[in-house]
């Protein structure tokens, strides 16, 4: 599913699965209505039982009595009634969680997609680590907005206006009291959930600030260890997990005062209503109608969860919506048009480069042979990767042209010219966790055995390499392998992709000793190759 930023997640989400939502909305309403039916049914029992001769429960149906006017098909019924609530409520449960979780999925999926194709530059600006943190708590906030704060609080809002209608059947005094209490003890409630809100904010960005250090300083520990730094950073550490610990402290204080205030003011309000009874009692108010009191009590304690979840909802908006605007803003940057423009379709590529310069570099003028190695000296200032990410679309803040059989490829798709030059470059990084992984561009196991002769074939031209299998493990960004290995299998991966262009890159360790085996290599390929070097 494609999300995008102008409207709210959720409603995207259910409008592009309404028959599934309108399924759970059945089931859940139909669920609420038996949990309403079965306790005032009770009162029923206590009709029967005891010889109550009350009629402000017949509103259940004639039908309803009929069926019951015994103890024994009484209680028939109810266990039909507790077997059909079981059946639906979890239906509903279930189909509701379900959903949750295909939202979450899509949602999350859709981040990674979108971020896949997220410009380079804005990773540069703000860092990756961060959008990392947008997979955990940002989205368990945004299945509880779903869940919690959509559908479920649509259903108990119903459930909430039927128990009321049904309580005002059984007793007026007691659903006015009951009312009006709520409404009081929810200011109260309110004031809590600010300070929840105030309190979580503050947990929430410390924590993030807590882990973007841990990134930073893991991402930077070959400095740290070579300038005795861990003290240091230690110490920094220290401080911050510190603010987090009073943070975390301070929230889950008023966190559980929110939650301890809301069992109070059930309860309280239960008070109030068993003395309303009282008086109503004492006064001959209720003689005889002991029944109506059971089915009251047991409907106010069933609903009072209900109430309870509507009392905490303000909190679920909140800290949700927190998130939902965090994921909007990554939703809204802006993607790269890979597909916009020409299409390039190349047989005997030539590459020109006129005048090219990036930020202060000495400018660049170039002429490739067609289907031919030669050789790219750069000028002083110049990166053979800043060259790279020119060809490849990366970096667009660069003077002069680049130009393919004398089109600029600036004409082209992004994904067209990706598809026609092969990169070799030691500071891309490797894909993978497996020597396979890193080398080959597909998955698929009938090329496996095409791919792994190639590989073995091409590492036996460097003899002082230490060998590796295509199943060993290179480790978290090739960390497992030696520079000569990682430089090997960022030049091998370039080479089996057999493009009809190959930009590759100055290797100094492999070049070091291999040199003329790789110029060797690069003129076997059946392509136009640009070996970049520099001036000595």
């Not at 409008?15 to 038996?34: D, E, P, Q, W």
């Not at 708590?137 to 119903?158: E, H, P, Q, R, W």
Request: charged share 20%.
């Amino acid at each position: 599913m494609i999300f995008n930023a102008e409207n709210n997640l959720i409603k995207q989400f259910i409008a592009s699965r309404k028959s599934n939502t309108l399924l759970v909305l059945f089931l859940g309403l139909l669920s609420n209505l038996l949990t309403i039916i079965i306790p005032v049914s009770i009162g029923r029992y206590y009709q029967l039982v005891f010889h109550f001769k009350g009629y402000r429960t017949r509103f259940l149906g004639e039908f309803f009595y009929n069926l019951t006017d015994s103890v024994p098909r009484f209680l028939v019924v109810f266990l039909i009634l507790i077997l059909l609530r079981f059946a639906f409520y979890f239906g509903y449960q279930f189909t509701l969680k379900r959903e949750g979780e295909i939202f979450i999925k899509q949602v999350k999926d859709y981040l990674f997609s979108h971020q896949l194709f997220i410009h380079n530059s804005i990773y540069k600006e703000k860092g990756i680590g961060k959008y990392l943190l947008r997979y955990s708590g940002d989205i368990n906030s945004l299945k509880n907005l779903y869940i919690k704060g959509t559908i479920s609080a649509f259903l108990d809002v119903v459930m909430i206006i039927l128990a009321l209608w049904w309580l005002y059947l059984l007793n007026v005094k007691g659903t006015t009291a009951i009312i009006v209490l709520s409404l009081f003890f929810y200011g109260g409630i309110y004031l809590l959930n600010k300070k929840v809100e105030e309190s979580s904010i503050q947990k929430r960005n410390k924590t993030s600030g807590q882990l973007a250090f841990v990134s930073r300083a893991l991402n930077s520990i070959i400095g740290v260890v070579l300038f005795n730094k861990q003290d240091l950073e230690l110490k920094k550490y220290q401080k911050k997990s510190d603010s987090v610990k009073e943070a975390a402290i301070s929230y889950n204080k008023w966190l559980i005062l929110n939650k301890g205030f809301v069992y109070f003011s059930r309860y309280a309000i239960l008070m109030v209503v068993l003395y309303i009874f009282y008086l109503d009692i004492q006064n001959g108010v209720l003689t005889g109608h002991g029944a109506t009191l059971i089915s009251f009590i047991l409907l106010y304690i069933t609903i009072s969860p209900v109430v309870r979840r509507l009392f905490t909802l303000n909190t679920v908006y909140k800290i949700g919506n927190i998130s939902v605007h965090k994921l909007h803003r990554i939703i809204a940057l802006e993607r790269e048009t890979v597909e916009h423009g020409a299409v390039l379709k190349v047989r005997n590529p030539r590459v020109t480069i006129e005048d090219f310069s990036i930020r202060k570099s000495m400018p660049l003028f170039y002429r490739s042979e067609k289907m031919a190695y030669s050789p790219l000296v750069l000028p002083g200032g110049l990166e053979g990767i800043a060259l790279i990410y020119a060809f490849g679309g990366v970096e667009n803040d660069y003077k002069g042209s680049i130009q393919i059989n004398g089109v600029d490829i600036r004409s082209y798709s992004l994904m067209s010219i990706r598809h026609n030059i092969a990169f070799l470059s030691r500071d891309i990084p490797l894909i993978g966790q497996t020597v396979y992984e890193a080398v080959s561009a597909f998955r698929a196991k009938r090329i496996r055995g095409k791919v792994e002769k190639q590989f073995l074939e091409i590492q036996a031209l460097f003899p002082k390499v230490q060998p590796l299998g295509v199943d060993d493990s290179i480790g978290e960004n090739g960390s497992k392998l030696s520079v000569m290995q990682y430089e090997l299998l960022c030049l091998i991966r370039g080479l089996l992709l057999k493009k009809r262009i190959i930009l590759a890159d100055h290797f100094p360790s492999l070049e070091a000793t291999y040199k003329r085996v790789i110029i060797d290599l690069l003129k076997a390929q059946k392509a136009t190759v640009i070996h970049i070097d520099y001036k000595a």
